[in-house]
């Protein structure tokens, strides 16, 4: 059936970054949609990030875009040098290889509720705040220097 | 700056479709995200369907994987033999190859948003109830017979 039943859809904290940047993830609560809908072509999750939780270690991808919609609640999106808050029906788009790592923080007294749209992982991953990379032909985590977790 | 400014987007009731199938989308109201944000691996329409208003002719696609986000608003997801009322927040999707062709109607006295997002146009492209098709090769409309509108 098109309509996806989200309950029904394990909702996840798991984070790939290793310690101690996971460590921060503990409040994004994710669901993988694509695997449960059958889509291949991308992919997209649906994020709950209660109040304190952050989207993700802010970051930007030399090869994927990302696209994020607001369904409820609000968010900071943090990106070099400037904030703004997104709320229910805003939409930001992160176009491949612009080198502006942003991230949604939630620092209000309310669950924010997200979609976020990309491709399959591809290439190189750049994170300006941490020393962590994501090599791009292999795909792992790696120090700033390639050296591994 | 990532955060789209929607209202700055244009906003059409265009459509490709040939008479007299045009006819029922004019209270569609697209506004096309991936141009203006700069995206390329995924199309993403933000679109106001109107009460009365249809969000396409029922269709399916061979090769193109299809999300769709609701936003504000009520429709009625008509699939083959069944209807599921999406609201705010209801995510649908539509994988490619099941030949299931759906379409929104906008049933309630209120307008509806949602957001759809898509590959690039793809393949073959089916309409159950009317004498259309998307020729994969051409990316043209004809009639199931193959001949031009």
């Not at 968010?75 to 788009?93: C, K, N, P, Q, Y």
Request: glycine content about 10%.
């Amino acid at each position: 059936m098109p309509k996806l039943n989200l309950q029904a859809i394990e909702q996840s904290n798991r984070t790939g970054y290793p310690s101690p940047f996971a460590e921060a993830m503990t409040r994004r609560w994710t669901r993988r949609l694509a695997p449960t809908a059958g889509l291949t072509d991308f992919g997209a999750s649906h994020v709950l990030l209660p109040p304190g939780g952050i989207s993700s270690q802010r970051h930007w991808h030399a090869e994927e875009d990302e696209l994020v919609i607001l369904l409820a609640g609000e968010a900071v999106l943090v990106e070099e040098g400037r904030e703004t808050v997104l709320r229910a029906g805003d939409i930001a788009a992160f176009p491949k290889g612009v080198p502006n790592g942003p991230h949604l923080v939630n620092r209000s007294d309310a669950d924010c509720v997200f979609v976020a749209v990309g491709r399959p992982a591809a290439g190189h991953c750049y994170y300006p705040d941490i020393d962590l990379h994501i090599h791009g032909a292999s795909g792992r985590f790696t120090r700033k220097d390639g050296t591994p977790y």
